[in-house]
């Protein structure tokens, strides 16, 4: 894939200084809700929550783990290695500490990832659009988490140039753009599925495509080292795309004894797993015993309803299926866990697909009009990022 130059990078330009003044803006009311409760911003981005972990992996290796009084295990073999490799390189080459280098990681990867939002809406809808989608991302409730030390903003950096790859028939660099995914965070398998079900679908249509012979005196046709030219660079890319994270998972399973499916018993020490929604709904459902949570629960079942409508919508609207099935992907792994419910909003910000629908229609009005909707949700997430990380905060 070749590196976007400098015409593509001016095409991108208003997407990503309009992502930098949301982020800056939350940001800047992180700092300020801090200091009125006689806090510090910074260690809030750095130093709790997954955070923490991760600097912990990238200064001590793995190995470390925390046994709870009920029994559970949480082993920091749970966390992928990609965004702490990158935190020991940075702390190895700049005198920034591991924490510091997971900031600094964090915010190089969100406008990588803003990039690559734009790249691949711009690809599908246009440049309007692509600027809106970016706009629209950064805004989110939860986007006060693209700049915190976590691998959100890194795995969709990742994910989405990945994507953007695909969607121009560079398949090497998607394949070795998933691996790096996989490498990131479990739902790289995303990535793989939306790799794999293009390419695919590529093969398919090849093999329905009738040959053409060439007319006489005009020459041989493509013949089957044309057909082989096309096949190979797919195949590699699908072979590529799950290496990350299936030699993550089998290093793990090794680690700890546990053979292919060692890295679930981790995930199990951390209550996580796979139980189809099973457990969310009964924590939705619970919800219902009282009046106040009840309230609650009502939001949960119209945030989920209108997920699953974006979805619906984007099918509707024929994205292209790498992006379909990428997002499908996100939204069943993030809907379908059986643990850290309040961590779903989080685990779900890497599937900004979803979010083309309300780009499509924030592209759609005056210019003006939509600059004025976009201020008002940049103040509103602003400030929601700011009480959030004050209160509880991501888990």
Not at 93 to 120: C, E, H, I, K
Request: aromatic content about 10%; glycine content about 12%.
């Amino acid at each position: 894939m070749t590196p976007p130059g400098a015409a593509t990078l001016r095409r991108a330009a208003p997407a990503l200084l309009g992502y930098a003044a949301v982020r800056a803006l939350g940001l800047l009311a992180l700092v300020l809700w801090s200091a009125a409760r006689d806090r510090s911003a910074y260690p809030l981005l750095t130093a709790r929550w997954d955070a923490l972990w991760y600097t912990r992996v990238a200064e001590l290796g793995y190995g470390y783990e925390v046994r709870l009084p009920n029994g559970d295990v949480h082993s920091n073999l749970a966390f992928f290695p990609l965004l702490p490799w990158l935190e020991r390189l940075l702390h190895a080459v700049t005198p920034l500490s591991y924490a510091d280098a997971g900031f600094v990681v964090s915010l190089l990867a969100s406008l990588a990832a803003a990039w690559g939002v734009f790249a691949v809406t711009d690809r599908v809808y246009g440049r309007r659009a692509g600027v809106c989608a970016v706009l629209v991302w950064a805004v989110l409730p939860v986007g006060i988490v693209q700049s915190m030390a976590y691998s959100e903003s890194l795995f969709t950096a990742l994910a989405a140039w990945s994507l953007y790859a695909v969607l121009t028939g560079r398949w090497v660099t998607a394949g070795l753009l998933a691996s790096l995914a996989g490498l990131t965070r479990p739902v790289g398998l995303a990535v793989v599925a939306a790799v794999w079900a293009a390419a695919v679908a590529s093969f398919l249509r090849d093999r329905g495509t009738p040959t053409t012979e060439a007319p006489p005196g005009s020459g041989p046709g493509p013949g089957p080292g044309a057909a082989a030219g096309r096949v190979a660079p797919r195949a590699l890319g699908m072979l590529l795309a799950p290496l990350g994270a299936a030699g993550y998972v089998l290093w793990v399973g090794h680690r700890t004894g546990g053979g292919p499916l060692g890295y679930l018993d981790v995930q199990a020490g951390w209550r996580n797993g796979f139980d189809g929604g099973y457990a969310f709904a009964r924590f939705v459902a619970d919800k219902f015993t009282s009046f106040p949570s009840a309230l609650a629960g009502l939001g949960l079942i119209v945030g989920v309803a209108l997920l699953l409508w974006l979805y619906v919508v984007c099918v509707r609207q024929r994205q292209p299926l790498p992006l379909l099935v990428y997002a499908g992907t996100v939204l069943a792994l993030a809907l379908c866990a059986s643990s850290y419910f309040g961590s779903k909003p989080r685990l779900l910000l890497p599937g900004f697909p979803l979010l083309l629908p309300l780009a499509l229609a924030l592209a759609r009005l005056r210019t003006s009009r939509s600059a004025s909707v976009v201020v008002c949700l940049a103040v509103v997430s602003a400030g929601y990022g700011a009480w959030w990380l004050n209160g509880s905060g991501p888990p």
